[in-house]
């Protein structure tokens, strides 16, 4: 089929023709890194940064607008908005991300790693795309493209969102078998029926489809006599669609929403799998996971609002810090996107020392 449009790029490349092929980003500041009028929809991704600071991934912030708007419609630290919880850098692809970095850099806090993303973002009326660094460190480069098709007129599709949540940690559901003191495997027969109280992943208002997500979970679930973490993928996701009371798709655990089953599996895979293993060999101590999960053939379809959660551990038995990024397209205009905690506050467990 014939692509309509021309071809444009936005990138750091080095306007005198040198090698200084990036920009740098003083602490506590801003830079636009994508700015258009007209109409377009933007076809790649890509930066990479070198940052001193180790948790850069978590402390610098992605957001762009679309037509002249004044509420972000992308609001994420970047590292999770492309997929990579907790600051860590890692490779990994799927449908519609990849991020390559050194094999020695793997599971790593801080170092190089190329980040993509290919999901289209379209625009009909101006679009800009901005980066902050919220470390108190200075980001002394950052490379960047990014590629659009310029369009003669405003293409009559809905506009793509992804926002950044966290609860750190999760709020342990109350009741008399938790108050007994009972194992967490001893209270499957514990109900949760309405979805109070689990991880709120995405609540929008207006129409269109919900085509991702990523989870992070620091797992320190206290509920084990042995004073290890349990395993915490038992919590069933609930998608309240244009009003349901009632959850309208209710699934059967996480590691069944994420597409994988018997625990999370260290594979990558097209549209659900783990781009960070909780259990990695060369960090016996960390118990830090993200798996995805992309409905590109199978988006949420929601006419008036969708509300999207999932349990954190059986009927939210458990207590661990959860970190997600939902990806959706809807109509304008969207409901404000949840703020952002203060760069501190996201700076995972295992890592507040640093």
Known sequence: MRREGRTRRFSSWDRSGGNQDWIAIDPGKSASIAQADGAGVIRHFWLTINHKDPLYLRKMVVKAYWD????????????????????????????????VCEQSLEGGLGGGVALNCYFPMPFSDGMRIEVSNESDMPCESLYFCVDYDELPKAPDTLRFHANYRQEYPTVMAEGPLVERGLEYWEQSQVANLDGAGNYLILDAKGEG??????????????????????????????????????ASLNGTGSEDYFTQA??????AFLYGGTSIHEHDPNYPDRHAATSYRLHIPDPIIFRKNLRFSIEHGHANLQQSDYSSVAYWYQTEPHLPLAPLPPALERVPKFARSR
């Open 209 to 246: 489809h919900f085509v991702g997500c990523n989870l992070s979970v620091e797992n320190f679930d206290p509920l084990l006599s042995t004073g290890e973490p349990t395993w915490w993928g038992e919590g069933d996701d609930m998608f309240f669609i244009d009003g349901d009371e009632t």
């Open 68 to 99: 002249e708007e004044t509420e972000a419609s992308i609001l994420a630290p970047i590292g999770d908005f492309f997929c990579l919880g907790h600051g860590i850098v890692r490779s990994f692809e799927n449908a519609a991300f990849n991020a």
């Open 262 to 267: 018997w625990g999370m599996h260290d594979k």
